[in-house]
Structure formats: C-alpha cells, structure tokens
C-alpha cells in the first residue's frame, strides 16, 4: 500500500498524492513544507539589511507624499534622519574611524496633524519591524503600570521574536508630552508616570543592552529574558504637547527696544507658533533635559488647514473617499461623491476642530444608512451630495462632536 514517506498517510485518505521514484507525498505535507519556505524566506528578509535597497531621502519624501498630505518640513526632516541612521547601521567601523551617533527624532504637532501615520508609513516602506507604544500606560519600575522595557516586547512581537531584526526596527512613542514633569517644585510624593519615567527612558533611548520579559508585563526573577540591544533601533516620539505655545510666544514675544521692533514682528506667525519651536521650549514644558539631549531631530507638524483637510479627503493613496468607493465596490455599487459634499464634510472637520481624525468620523456618521440598507437591496449606483450628507449629520451627531 503506497503511503506519504514523511506524515505515513495512506494514499487512499488523500485527495492529491505526489509519487516520486523514491518517495511520495501527500497534500497536507505539500502545504505544511510550502509554509515553512514561506516562513524561512520572511525570517531572511527580515534580518538582512543593506544600503543598496535604502531609498535615498528625495525617494523617502516621494513614498510619504502618495500617503501623507502637506507637512512638507517634517517629511524632510523625518527622510533625512530615517536615511543617516540606516546609513550609520550599514557602516562598517574600521580602526580610528569616525562613529556616527543614533538621532532620535521628536515629532511636536497638533491631534490629527499624521505624526503617527509618517513614523508607520516609514516603517513599511523600510520593511522593519515597527511599534506603536503609548507613553501614558508607563510607570517607574515597582509601581502599577507598564514598564519602559514593554515597548521592545511589541517590537519583539512584531518581528516575531527575531532579535536581529528587533534590534534595527523603529519604535514610535506616542503622546511622549503626557510624561512631561509635573511641575519644577519637588514634591513628597513621586512623579512616578511622569519623571521617572522619563529617567526609564534614558537607557533605551542612547542605546544600550535591555533584558526584556519575553510575554511582557512585570519580571521576576526565575523568568527567562531576551537581552535586546538598543543602539540600532530608531525612537521616533510623538506629542501634541498642548499648551506649549505659550512657552514659544513668551520667548519669540520678548520685547524689543529700536528699529528692529516692527521688522520683527512682521515675520511672526501668530497662528501657528509650533514652527517657532526649539529644544529649550521642549525643556521649559516638562521633559528633563537629559531626554530632550536624546532627541536631536525635532521636527514640527503644521495645523491642517481646509485645504489641507479636502486633499487628505481625496489624494492619498488610500485616502478615506477611495475606501468608502472600494467598500461599495465589493457588493456591486458604483459609489460617487458629488464636491459640495466633500467641501460640506471638510467645513464640518474646520468647525469642530477634529483634524484628520474627525473626517473619517463625520464620514461613518453620514454613511452609516448607507451601508446599512443598500447591501440588501438591488442598488448599482450611488451618489452621494451635499442634502444627502445634511439630512444624515442630523443634530445628534453635532452635539456629539461639540462636545468632543
């Protein structure tokens, strides 16, 4: 009776059975083997790097453009640091040559402003291992909370727990401003999410050798560690850090005695203050200075203006118009936006102050009937104007996002 030489099923049992000259096989260790070459090629891929396949900064700035709207300086900014530091991984270090120091970067803008979707569309674009990690669940070892080593256990997951391809991934700190010290005065008791976590950070963030709990969450002391190294992955934090303009206001705003008064105050953008920003601004609102020294790239965020908001709406590549086309698409319907609805919703974003964030909500409030009744009916085209996206963004969905 021929049998699969590797599993011993019967050939009878098997839909498709292979026989060789030698050997046979059967379907269910075909697919088994196809996977774990698929499995080995990934691991590979991972964990090989080189400075051929790294995009020059013009080409990193033209893959964030298909994605990213505006925000020009950032994108700058962010393609050239992104470039310099894997540059400085493929360096190859000779005796008495010169070593390139890490440059983390510190992203300052607005809610809704893409800090977080630059650092995730660098990241898949590079093909690393990327993680996003919010500072706010933090705390000082010893107390409830997370501990600062939990950020490389999701990188570790992300890279499915290859120490080598972890160790040149991208980290993206998110809402790095809510750790910021309290206040300047010492108090009795301890800013133990705040500046203690900050003080956590600073190994991880200059580079050094991090034993981290493989599942996460508190070690103890008969747990297994995975020793991870830090000074090849790239921190890139994030903030909103509201507030910080009167920081920034105070300093530009000093007065100035003479001829150059009136010059000065010509070129000052009252509207948008964040551009005017430096590190001693970032120091002055709550990060100690040894964190702000280990963030040398700062870049700012501009607010998004309507404009910017009716391209975010259409232009990039998986903008939220051509998913809702795409949705429709899927069960036969031909969905048309008509442009006073576009500017209708774009309007309602500016009034509310959502950001980009509140387009995709005010979106889901219009479309919601929609995509309720139309997959049971025999519908095969829709257009979608501005009394429509009225009538459906009744005055319960304005009340909820005013009080957003």
């Given amino acids: 009776m021929e049998k699969c030489s590797f599993c011993g099923a019967p050939k009878h049992k098997n839909d498709l059975f292979i026989a060789g000259m030698y050997a046979n096989i059967c379907e269910f260790c075909v697919e088994r083997a196809y996977e774990i070459v698929q499995e080995d090629r990934l691991v590979n891929k991972k964990s090989e790097f080189s400075l051929k396949s790294l995009k020059k900064p013009k080409e990193i700035k033209k893959y964030l453009d298909q994605y990213v709207i505006g925000q020009d300086n950032a994108k700058k900014v962010l393609s050239v640091a ?5 540059k400085r991984i493929a360096q190859i270090i000779k005796e008495d040559d010169v070593q390139i120091e890490k440059s983390n970067i510190l992203l300052v803008g607005e809610t809704g ?16 291992p990327f993680a996003i990690v919010d500072a706010t669940v933090l705390t000082e070892a010893g107390y409830v909370g997370e ?11 992300d890279a499915e727990y290859d120490v080598k391809a972890a160790e040149r991934g991208i980290v993206f700190i998110d809402e790095i401003d809510k750790i910021a010290r309290k206040s300047d005065n010492p108090s009795i008791t301890r800013d133990v999410s705040g500046e203690g976590v900050q003080q956590g950070l600073l190994k991880l963030l200059e580079g ?18 995975i020793a991870v190294d830090t000074k090849n992955i790239l ?55 040894e964190i702000v020294g280990r963030l040398p790239v700062l870049a700012h965020l501009n ?48 009034k509310f102050k959502l950001g980009a964030r509140g387009l995709r909500s005010i979106c889901e409030s219009i479309m919601l009937e929609a995509m309720f009744e139309f997959p049971s009916k025999k519908v095969n085209e829709f257009v979608l104007d501005k009394k429509y996206a009225e009538s459906k963004l009744d005055q319960t969905a304005i009340t909820k996002f005013k009080s957003a």
């Fill in 208 to 225: 050094s050798v991090v034993n981290v709990p493989p599942q996460g969450g508190r070690k103890h002391p008969e747990q297994k560690m």
């Fill in 82 to 86: 992104v470039y310099n530091h894997y």
């Fill in 303 to 350: 607010p998004l203006d309507k404009d910017a908001l009716r391209r975010i709406l259409t232009e990039p590549k998986n903008s939220i118009i051509k998913q809702y086309i795409k949705l429709f698409e899927m069960d036969g319907i031909k969905l048309t936006f008509k442009e006073e609805a576009l500017d209708y919703i774009v309007e309602q974003a500016v």
């Fill in 235 to 289: 921190f890139i934090c994030g903030g909103a850090f509201d507030g910080i303009n009167r920081h920034i206001a105070k300093r530009i705003n000093t007065q100035v005695i003479g001829y150059g008064k009136e010059k000065r105050e010509e070129k000052i953008d009252k509207e948008n203050f964040v551009q005017y920003i430096i590190p001693d601004d970032i120091r002055k609102y709550g990060l100690i200075p």
């Fill in 113 to 128: 402003t893409g800090k977080t979707l630059l650092a995730r569309t660098i990241a898949k674009m590079l093909e690393v």
């Fill in 147 to 157: 501990d600062v080593e939990s950020l490389l256990v999701r990188l570790l997951q």
